[in-house]
Protein backbone atom coordinates (compact mmCIF):
# COMPACT_ATOMS: atom_id res chain seq x y z
CA UNK A 1 0.00 0.00 0.00
CA UNK A 2 1.29 3.20 -0.60
CA UNK A 3 2.16 5.19 2.06
CA UNK A 4 0.05 8.53 2.89
CA UNK A 5 0.95 11.70 4.63
CA UNK A 6 -0.59 12.31 8.03
CA UNK A 7 -1.80 14.99 9.81
CA UNK A 8 -4.69 16.83 7.90
CA UNK A 9 -4.58 14.79 4.72
CA UNK A 10 -6.29 12.43 7.32
CA UNK A 11 -9.44 13.64 5.96
CA UNK A 12 -8.82 12.66 2.68
CA UNK A 13 -8.17 9.73 3.06
CA UNK A 14 -11.18 9.39 4.59
CA UNK A 15 -12.67 10.93 2.06
CA UNK A 16 -11.54 8.45 -0.73
CA UNK A 17 -12.36 5.14 1.58
CA UNK A 18 -16.35 6.48 1.35
CA UNK A 19 -15.90 6.47 -2.23
CA UNK A 20 -13.84 3.35 -2.41
CA UNK A 21 -16.55 1.67 -0.24
CA UNK A 22 -19.52 2.83 -2.17
CA UNK A 23 -17.82 1.03 -5.42
CA UNK A 24 -19.85 -2.21 -4.06
CA UNK A 25 -22.55 -0.68 -1.64
CA UNK A 26 -25.10 1.55 -3.65
CA UNK A 27 -27.11 4.02 -2.22
CA UNK A 28 -26.03 3.35 1.55
CA UNK A 29 -24.44 6.76 1.99
CA UNK A 30 -25.56 7.68 5.30
CA UNK A 31 -24.30 3.94 6.68
CA UNK A 32 -21.27 4.31 5.11
CA UNK A 33 -20.77 7.76 7.37
CA UNK A 34 -21.82 6.06 10.43
CA UNK A 35 -19.45 3.56 10.24
CA UNK A 36 -16.88 5.87 9.25
CA UNK A 37 -17.78 8.27 12.58
CA UNK A 38 -17.52 5.40 14.54
CA UNK A 39 -14.31 4.81 14.08
CA UNK A 40 -12.91 8.31 14.03
CA UNK A 41 -14.84 8.31 17.88
CA UNK A 42 -13.27 5.05 18.41
CA UNK A 43 -16.12 4.02 19.18
CA UNK A 44 -19.07 0.50 17.95
CA UNK A 45 -21.45 0.99 15.67
CA UNK A 46 -24.84 -1.05 15.14
CA UNK A 47 -26.23 -1.43 11.75
CA UNK A 48 -30.43 -2.62 12.03
CA UNK A 49 -32.26 -3.89 7.98
CA UNK A 50 -34.42 -6.67 6.79
CA UNK A 51 -31.95 -9.42 5.07
CA UNK A 52 -30.49 -8.41 2.25
CA UNK A 53 -30.09 -4.75 2.26
CA UNK A 54 -26.05 -5.61 2.17
CA UNK A 55 -25.56 -4.91 5.90
CA UNK A 56 -22.31 -7.71 5.83
CA UNK A 57 -21.15 -6.47 2.38
CA UNK A 58 -20.77 -3.03 3.98
CA UNK A 59 -18.60 -3.90 6.73
CA UNK A 60 -16.77 -6.42 4.66
CA UNK A 61 -16.04 -3.44 1.94
CA UNK A 62 -15.00 -1.07 4.68
CA UNK A 63 -12.58 -3.57 5.86
CA UNK A 64 -11.21 -4.27 2.07
CA UNK A 65 -10.76 -0.48 1.68
CA UNK A 66 -8.83 -0.31 5.38
CA UNK A 67 -5.38 -1.64 5.86
CA UNK A 68 -6.68 -3.70 9.17
CA UNK A 69 -6.87 -6.96 10.25
CA UNK A 70 -10.67 -8.03 10.19
CA UNK A 71 -12.74 -10.89 11.70
CA UNK A 72 -16.26 -12.03 10.86
CA UNK A 73 -18.23 -13.90 13.65
CA UNK A 74 -21.62 -15.71 12.38
CA UNK A 75 -23.80 -15.30 15.65
CA UNK A 76 -25.95 -18.48 16.05
CA UNK A 77 -28.00 -19.71 19.00
CA UNK A 78 -25.37 -22.46 20.20
CA UNK A 79 -22.63 -19.83 20.03
CA UNK A 80 -20.91 -19.85 23.60
CA UNK A 81 -18.87 -16.64 24.99
CA UNK A 82 -15.69 -18.59 24.89
CA UNK A 83 -16.24 -18.65 21.12
CA UNK A 84 -16.28 -14.83 21.23
CA UNK A 85 -13.34 -14.07 23.40
CA UNK A 86 -11.36 -16.92 24.06
CA UNK A 87 -10.98 -19.78 26.87
CA UNK A 88 -8.34 -21.22 28.98
CA UNK A 89 -6.96 -25.28 27.49
CA UNK A 90 -4.55 -27.21 28.39
CA UNK A 91 -1.11 -27.00 26.85
CA UNK A 92 0.37 -30.79 27.26
CA UNK A 93 4.09 -29.27 26.40
CA UNK A 94 4.13 -27.48 29.41
CA UNK A 95 1.40 -28.88 32.20
CA UNK A 96 -0.48 -25.88 32.19
CA UNK A 97 -3.39 -24.08 31.22
CA UNK A 98 -2.82 -21.05 28.50
CA UNK A 99 -5.55 -18.99 27.17
CA UNK A 100 -6.19 -19.17 23.26
CA UNK A 101 -7.29 -16.17 22.01
CA UNK A 102 -10.84 -15.55 20.15
CA UNK A 103 -11.73 -13.88 16.91
CA UNK A 104 -12.33 -10.69 18.70
CA UNK A 105 -8.80 -10.60 18.95
CA UNK A 106 -8.97 -7.97 15.75
CA UNK A 107 -8.97 -4.29 14.68
CA UNK A 108 -12.71 -4.52 12.85
CA UNK A 109 -15.07 -7.26 14.32
CA UNK A 110 -17.63 -7.67 12.14
CA UNK A 111 -20.28 -9.77 14.39
CA UNK A 112 -22.91 -10.68 11.86
CA UNK A 113 -26.63 -11.04 13.18
CA UNK A 114 -25.61 -10.42 16.84
CA UNK A 115 -29.35 -10.54 18.10
CA UNK A 116 -29.37 -14.17 16.40
CA UNK A 117 -27.46 -15.32 19.95
CA UNK A 118 -28.98 -15.91 23.41
CA UNK A 119 -27.74 -12.58 26.10
CA UNK A 120 -25.26 -14.44 27.86
CA UNK A 121 -23.25 -14.82 24.69
CA UNK A 122 -23.78 -11.22 23.50
CA UNK A 123 -23.04 -10.16 26.75
CA UNK A 124 -19.17 -11.63 26.29
CA UNK A 125 -18.21 -8.84 24.02
CA UNK A 126 -19.53 -6.12 27.17
CA UNK A 127 -15.85 -6.03 28.39
CA UNK A 128 -14.33 -6.07 25.08
CA UNK A 129 -16.07 -2.95 23.87
CA UNK A 130 -16.12 -0.76 27.13
CA UNK A 131 -12.78 -1.79 28.41
CA UNK A 132 -10.95 -2.96 25.28
CA UNK A 133 -9.98 -5.91 26.71
CA UNK A 134 -10.48 -9.90 27.46
CA UNK A 135 -9.92 -11.28 31.22
CA UNK A 136 -9.58 -15.06 31.90
CA UNK A 137 -8.96 -16.21 35.62
CA UNK A 138 -8.41 -12.50 36.55
CA UNK A 139 -5.93 -12.06 33.94
CA UNK A 140 -6.45 -9.08 31.39
CA UNK A 141 -5.65 -9.31 27.59
CA UNK A 142 -5.56 -6.31 25.74
CA UNK A 143 -7.39 -6.16 22.22
CA UNK A 144 -5.59 -4.38 19.31
CA UNK A 145 -5.40 -0.80 18.42
CA UNK A 146 -7.50 0.30 17.05
CA UNK A 147 -10.47 -2.18 17.79
CA UNK A 148 -14.29 -2.04 16.51
CA UNK A 149 -16.73 -3.71 16.64
CA UNK A 150 -19.93 -3.75 13.56
CA UNK A 151 -22.19 -5.44 14.73
CA UNK A 152 -25.35 -6.44 11.88
CA UNK A 153 -29.02 -7.55 13.29
CA UNK A 154 -31.88 -7.79 11.88
CA UNK A 155 -35.26 -6.11 13.32
CA UNK A 156 -36.07 -7.34 16.90
CA UNK A 157 -39.03 -8.49 15.48
CA UNK A 158 -38.41 -11.23 13.42
CA UNK A 159 -38.29 -14.49 14.81
CA UNK A 160 -35.42 -16.14 16.33
CA UNK A 161 -34.36 -13.43 17.83
CA UNK A 162 -32.99 -11.94 21.28
CA UNK A 163 -33.01 -8.18 21.78
CA UNK A 164 -30.08 -6.72 22.99
CA UNK A 165 -29.48 -6.12 26.66
CA UNK A 166 -29.74 -2.39 27.32
CA UNK A 167 -26.31 -2.14 29.06
CA UNK A 168 -24.84 -3.65 25.81
CA UNK A 169 -27.31 -1.33 23.54
CA UNK A 170 -25.69 1.61 25.58
CA UNK A 171 -21.96 0.50 24.33
CA UNK A 172 -22.75 1.04 20.58
CA UNK A 173 -21.85 4.62 20.11
CA UNK A 174 -24.43 4.72 16.84
CA UNK A 175 -27.24 2.34 15.42
CA UNK A 176 -27.57 2.72 11.97
CA UNK A 177 -30.74 1.68 9.73
CA UNK A 178 -30.41 0.43 6.19
CA UNK A 179 -33.79 0.75 4.56
CA UNK A 180 -34.90 -0.99 1.61
CA UNK A 181 -33.09 1.10 -1.50
CA UNK A 182 -35.86 3.15 -3.57
CA UNK A 183 -36.37 2.11 -7.36
CA UNK A 184 -33.63 3.75 -8.79
CA UNK A 185 -30.97 2.50 -6.80
CA UNK A 186 -32.46 -1.10 -6.76
CA UNK A 187 -32.01 -0.95 -10.88
CA UNK A 188 -28.19 0.19 -10.23
CA UNK A 189 -27.59 -2.51 -7.94
CA UNK A 190 -29.13 -5.00 -10.39
CA UNK A 191 -27.41 -3.31 -13.12
CA UNK A 192 -24.32 -3.93 -11.09
CA UNK A 193 -24.87 -7.33 -10.66
CA UNK A 194 -25.97 -8.06 -14.98
CA UNK A 195 -22.60 -6.37 -15.34
CA UNK A 196 -20.49 -9.24 -13.46
CA UNK A 197 -20.51 -7.76 -9.58
CA UNK A 198 -19.49 -10.29 -7.87
CA UNK A 199 -19.90 -9.47 -3.90
CA UNK A 200 -17.79 -12.55 -2.98
CA UNK A 201 -14.70 -10.83 -4.82
CA UNK A 202 -14.34 -7.18 -3.75
CA UNK A 203 -10.78 -7.16 -5.00
CA UNK A 204 -12.63 -7.35 -8.77
CA UNK A 205 -14.92 -5.06 -8.04
CA UNK A 206 -11.70 -2.42 -7.85
CA UNK A 207 -11.96 -2.21 -4.19
CA UNK A 208 -8.24 -1.26 -2.59
CA UNK A 209 -7.03 -0.03 0.97
CA UNK A 210 -6.84 3.78 0.68
CA UNK A 211 -6.42 4.26 4.45
CA UNK A 212 -4.82 3.05 7.10
CA UNK A 213 -4.78 2.42 11.05
CA UNK A 214 -1.50 5.31 10.93
CA UNK A 215 -4.99 7.59 9.29
CA UNK A 216 -7.33 6.43 11.81
CA UNK A 217 -4.97 7.47 14.71
CA UNK A 218 -4.27 10.86 13.13
CA UNK A 219 -7.47 11.65 12.39
CA UNK A 220 -9.06 10.68 15.94
CA UNK A 221 -6.41 13.30 17.79
CA UNK A 222 -7.69 16.09 15.42
CA UNK A 223 -11.32 15.18 15.70
CA UNK A 224 -10.82 15.85 19.69
CA UNK A 225 -9.09 19.22 18.85
CA UNK A 226 -12.35 20.21 17.22
CA UNK A 227 -14.12 23.31 19.16
CA UNK A 228 -17.32 23.04 20.83
CA UNK A 229 -18.74 26.45 22.04
CA UNK A 230 -20.91 26.32 25.90
CA UNK A 231 -23.96 26.80 24.20
CA UNK A 232 -23.62 23.32 22.27
CA UNK A 233 -22.60 21.61 25.14
CA UNK A 234 -25.94 22.64 26.97
CA UNK A 235 -27.96 21.86 23.77
CA UNK A 236 -26.78 18.38 24.01
CA UNK A 237 -27.35 18.22 27.30
CA UNK A 238 -30.90 19.46 26.64
CA UNK A 239 -31.46 16.98 24.18
CA UNK A 240 -30.17 13.54 26.44
CA UNK A 241 -32.79 15.46 29.40
CA UNK A 242 -35.63 15.98 27.03
CA UNK A 243 -35.35 12.47 25.83
CA UNK A 244 -35.61 11.21 29.65
CA UNK A 245 -38.85 13.37 30.17
CA UNK A 246 -40.68 12.16 27.13
CA UNK A 247 -44.24 10.64 28.02
CA UNK A 248 -43.59 7.70 25.18
CA UNK A 249 -40.48 6.92 27.07
CA UNK A 250 -39.40 4.59 29.94
CA UNK A 251 -35.97 5.17 29.42
CA UNK A 252 -34.63 8.24 28.15
CA UNK A 253 -30.38 8.75 27.05
CA UNK A 254 -27.89 8.44 29.72
CA UNK A 255 -24.45 10.64 30.04
CA UNK A 256 -22.75 8.01 28.53
CA UNK A 257 -25.11 9.06 25.44
CA UNK A 258 -24.64 13.02 25.99
CA UNK A 259 -21.17 12.20 25.20
CA UNK A 260 -21.19 9.83 22.44
CA UNK A 261 -23.57 12.73 20.36
CA UNK A 262 -20.68 15.43 21.80
CA UNK A 263 -18.05 13.25 19.98
CA UNK A 264 -19.63 12.48 16.69
CA UNK A 265 -21.03 15.30 16.63
CA UNK A 266 -17.30 16.89 16.78
CA UNK A 267 -16.42 13.71 13.55
CA UNK A 268 -18.95 14.67 11.57
CA UNK A 269 -17.57 18.57 12.41
CA UNK A 270 -14.47 17.32 11.07
CA UNK A 271 -15.11 15.59 8.40
CA UNK A 272 -17.45 18.35 7.00
CA UNK A 273 -14.27 20.53 6.78
CA UNK A 274 -14.72 22.61 9.96
CA UNK A 275 -12.93 23.00 13.15
CA UNK A 276 -16.01 23.87 15.31
CA UNK A 277 -19.35 22.31 16.13
CA UNK A 278 -22.35 23.66 14.73
CA UNK A 279 -26.38 23.17 16.12
CA UNK A 280 -26.85 21.28 12.66
CA UNK A 281 -23.91 18.89 13.32
CA UNK A 282 -25.48 17.95 16.41
CA UNK A 283 -28.77 17.47 15.09
CA UNK A 284 -27.82 15.46 12.02
CA UNK A 285 -25.95 12.85 14.62
CA UNK A 286 -28.74 13.23 17.03
CA UNK A 287 -31.13 10.41 15.85
CA UNK A 288 -28.61 7.56 15.05
CA UNK A 289 -26.03 8.43 18.71
CA UNK A 290 -29.58 8.48 20.54
CA UNK A 291 -32.54 5.67 19.17
CA UNK A 292 -31.16 2.48 20.33
CA UNK A 293 -30.80 4.15 23.92
CA UNK A 294 -34.30 5.04 24.23
CA UNK A 295 -36.84 2.37 25.28
CA UNK A 296 -40.65 2.96 24.61
CA UNK A 297 -43.20 2.36 27.20
CA UNK A 298 -45.36 -1.08 26.44
CA UNK A 299 -48.59 1.41 25.79
CA UNK A 300 -46.50 3.52 23.22
CA UNK A 301 -45.20 0.13 21.46
CA UNK A 302 -48.99 -0.77 21.13
CA UNK A 303 -50.20 2.45 19.56
CA UNK A 304 -47.58 2.27 17.40
CA UNK A 305 -44.98 4.92 18.63
CA UNK A 306 -41.55 4.92 16.97
CA UNK A 307 -38.44 6.13 18.83
CA UNK A 308 -37.31 8.55 15.76
CA UNK A 309 -41.00 9.74 16.55
CA UNK A 310 -39.86 10.21 19.62
CA UNK A 311 -36.61 11.94 18.78
CA UNK A 312 -38.34 14.43 16.14
CA UNK A 313 -40.50 15.86 19.00
CA UNK A 314 -37.44 16.04 21.02
CA UNK A 315 -35.69 17.78 18.25
CA UNK A 316 -38.63 19.92 17.60
CA UNK A 317 -39.33 21.27 21.36
CA UNK A 318 -35.52 21.87 22.67
CA UNK A 319 -34.84 25.22 21.78
CA UNK A 320 -31.80 25.97 19.25
CA UNK A 321 -28.87 27.34 19.98
CA UNK A 322 -27.92 30.44 18.26
Sequence with gaps: MTELPRGASAR??????RAEVGKAVVGQDAAVTGLLI???????VLIEGVPGVAKTLLV???????????????????????????SLIY??????????????FTNLLLADEINRTPPKTQSALLEAMEERQVSDDGHPHLL?????????????EYEGTYPLPEAQLDRFMLKVT???????????VLAAHAAGFDPRDLAAAGIAPVASADDLRAASRAVRQVRIDPAILSYIVELARATRQAPS?????????ATALLATSRAWAWLSGRDFV???????????????????RPEAELEGVAVDGVLETVLASVPVPR
Excluded: W
Design 91 to 104: DTGTSKFVFREGPV
Design 278 to 296: TPDDVQSLARPTFRHRIQL
Design 38 to 44: GLLCRGH
Design 249 to 257: AALGVSPRG
Design 178 to 188: MPLPDRDTETR
Design 60 to 86: RALAAALDLTTTRIQFTADLMPGDVTG
Design 144 to 156: PDPFCVIATQNPV
Design 12 to 17: DSLVRL
